[in-house]
């Protein structure tokens, strides 16, 4: 079993920045995929950004390219989200995943996932 907690949330202006953390705990596994997801109000959720083990390997949805950030520490079992210039768009929970491939990881099918964290952009 694989706990996430989330952090890092909350309320922020048009074009500020934000750091999403998620500690994991319990058992961790080498070949891990990490990422985030983000849902919105009255929509689906959707994948943000994931990150491999070694971190050699990255892939962020279209609308957040160039603007968000996902690196992870493994000595520390964290995973980060760097988000800049953040846009009202953004507005969302935030969620953590963890997946053994990349590609369920990008379609949801994770094996755990966090609780969640509110970012909230402000116009």
């Known amino acids: 079993q694989v706990q996430l907690v989330e952090s890092g949330g909350g309320l922020v202006q048009a074009g500020a920045s934000l750091r999403l953390s998620c500690a994991a705990s319990?058992?961790?596994?080498?070949?891990?995929?990490m990422g985030w997801f983000r849902q919105a109000p009255g929509k689906d959720r959707e994948f943000v950004a994931t990150?491999?083990?070694?971190?050699?390997?990255?892939q962020y949805a279209d609308s957040v390219k160039g603007r968000y950030v996902i690196s992870r520490d493994n000595a520390k079992n964290t995973v980060y989200l760097q988000m800049n210039s953040l846009k009202p768009e953004d507005t969302a929970v935030y969620y953590c995943a963890a997946s053994s491939t990349a590609t369920s990881m990008i379609r949801g099918r994770c094996e755990y996932w966090g609780q969640g964290t509110q970012v909230t952009v402000s116009s």
């Open positions: 319990g058992r961790t596994f080498s070949s891990a995929y």
């Open positions: 990150i491999s083990w070694s971190g050699g390997y990255t």
